[in-house]
């Protein structure tokens, strides 16, 4: 990771997520590959179930973005891929109403949102 944290939100839904904790896989589709390639390993990255309005995180990416890790995971419909890790892993609901800016096509966050992010889950 760099000297500043870089921050990162995916999306998925109900029927994905459990194959995303799964596998330590999160992905996004191939018209967003230019974003996926710019993460560096011991980038933040956050899991937006887009279903039930949870946000999950923080995962640490183990990997560099990369396509087609498993080329058969996450429907197929997701080839721009980063392999994940954890240590301590907090759920947030109603996610959107707490951070609107979830709503923003772009993966990449803003330093200022993910520290947002970061401070609920250390006040839980």
Partial sequence: M???ARFW???CTKELEEE???????????RLWKEVKEIKKGD???LYNIDSDVLHGPFIAETEGIMNIDPYALGRKNPSQVKV????LSTIT????KFPFLGKKSLSLEASE???I?????TK
């Fill in 2 to 4: 760099s000297e500043e």
């Fill in 9 to 11: 939100k995916f999306t």
């Fill in 20 to 30: 995303c904790f799964q596998k330590k896989l999160i992905g996004a589709p191939a």
């Fill in 44 to 46: 933040i990255i956050f």
């Fill in 85 to 88: 890790n954890w240590t301590n």
């Fill in 94 to 97: 109603e996610a959107s109403k």
């Fill in 114 to 116: 993910g520290k947002a």
């Fill in 118 to 122: 970061l401070d609920m889950i250390k």
